[in-house]
């Protein structure tokens, strides 16, 4: 897909100028006017720190995603009150290292955003060559089973809902 060196992200451009016209609580031509200049303006200032978003490849498989993802959050959040409000002697706190699979720097963010959702794990860094997160949990009895765990719920179903390159 080719970008318009003028035009850069188009739907970034109509999002800003509909949240424009939702701020000024006034739809006029004007503020129209405006509003697509300033949507234009800003992505058009922004296009060098924009990651590239792979396409889209499976929609209902990323609905049924997102809703794992926060039933996964949900379920981390009771597990993590009851580690926290129980005898704290028995947390076993460790920093682990997880292969990455995913060689996009979009979808790298996004699972690092969602590993640090979860309540219970926190994504600390990345690798200079993007192929290790380095993950920290709050109660890892097993890291082989976490990693395993995190790449075949997560990691996975990203690179089989988008066109994510594998190594």
Known sequence: MSRSRWLPHPM????LTIIWLLMVNAPSFGHLL???FLGWGIAFLCQGFMLDVPRLRRPLL????????LWDIVVANLHVARLVLGPTRKLRPAFVEVPMAIENEFMLSV????????????SSGLSNDHKTLLLHGL???DEQELITELKS??????MEIFECSRM
């Open 12 to 15: 970034l451009t109509v999002l």
């Open 139 to 141: 109660d890892v009895p």
């Open 62 to 69: 990323l609905c049924r995603y997102l809703l794992m993802v």
């Open 111 to 122: 699972l690092a955003c969602i590993l640090s959702l979860t309540p219970g794990t926190v």
């Open 153 to 158: 719920r997560y990691e996975a179903p990203l």
């Open 34 to 36: 405006l509003g697509a």
